[in-house]
């Protein structure tokens, strides 16, 4: 038991130092030839391996951010699971909650870190569909659309899905960024600009717990956000609602009731 313990305890003196080298001292009767060795390839493995899974944030940043980044990342995040595909998660986390941006960080960082998350989470997702009973023909306004559960949609400050190397918005957009992100069943991983309209349909469409039809959604909304031209709503939501169809937001239509 005490062997056990001794070397649990070598384990995490070993695991704080990669972590940590500069404020924690490694683990006695090591070579610090071999240390260093460790403590280079940690590092890398993990900043090449979150650079990929975040492309966009990685290419906006300098080495310099980037691998400070990564270093507060290890120093200060406890994380609750060691499979890799679930780093990104970690990772966001760490950015939401622990992180302490500089004055010069960008404000949108959280944000494109969900937004990247998102696309990458969903590209892995093991969620399916059930088409049982779905029409994927069936008309959109008189019978229940139906959404895919590999959909999943946000709202944010920044036009997350536009930020690049050459595009980097200083201040957040006057309206909410609507978006949906979703995976084809080509399993490629897209996204659809919405506007709040519509954002407000798709909402409507995944909590439609009675099973109304499409039209009766876009009348409901209508007289949610007190729109005086119900019949142009609908006309307009109807467009919506095959643009969904077409991008597979949608998988079709379900009978009403």
């Known amino acids: 038991m005490v062997e056990k313990r001794d070397f649990q305890d070598m384990q995490y003196a070993f695991a704080a130092h990669l972590r940590d080298p500069e404020n ?8 610090d030839r071999r240390m260093a060795i460790y403590r280079k390839l940690f590092f890398n493995n993990l900043n090449n391996l979150l650079g990929t899974m975040f492309p966009v944030l990685r290419k906006i940043h300098s ?7 990564i270093r507060l990342f290890m120093q200060q995040h406890q994380a ?4 890799f595909l679930q780093l990104p998660e970690e990772f966001l986390l760490f950015l939401q909650n622990e992180f302490e941006p500089d004055p010069d960080d960008f404000a949108f960082l959280t944000e494109l870190a969900h937004y990247e998350y998102a696309e990458l989470a969903l590209s892995i997702s093991t969620e399916e569909n059930d088409v049982t009973g779905v029409d994927p023909a069936g008309d959109l306004l008189k019978n229940t659309p139906v959404k895919s559960n590999l959909v999943w949609a946000y709202a944010y400050h920044y036009p997350v899905h536009r930020i690049s ?4 918005p200083d201040s957040p957009s006057e309206q909410p960024v609507y978006l949906a992100v979703y995976r084809r069943s080509d399993d490629k991983v897209r996204f659809l600009e919405l506007n709040a309209v ?5 909402d409507a469409i995944e909590n439609n717990d009675d099973n109304r039809s499409g039209e009766e959604l876009l009348r409901a909304l209508a007289e949610t956000i007190q ?4 019949d142009a709503l609908i006309g307009h939501g109807a467009a919506a609602l095959e643009e969904m169809r077409q991008t597979e937001i949608l998988l079709g239509t ?4």
């Open 227 to 230: 729109y005086t031209d119900v």
């Open 254 to 257: 379900r009978p009403t009731g």
């Open 24 to 31: 924690v001292a490694a683990p006695g009767g090591i070579e």
């Open 198 to 202: 519509t954002a407000a349909l798709l």
């Open 63 to 69: 080495d310099k951010k980037w691998r400070r980044m």
């Open 80 to 83: 609750e699971t060691p499979y």
């Open 165 to 168: 190397p050459s595009y980097l």
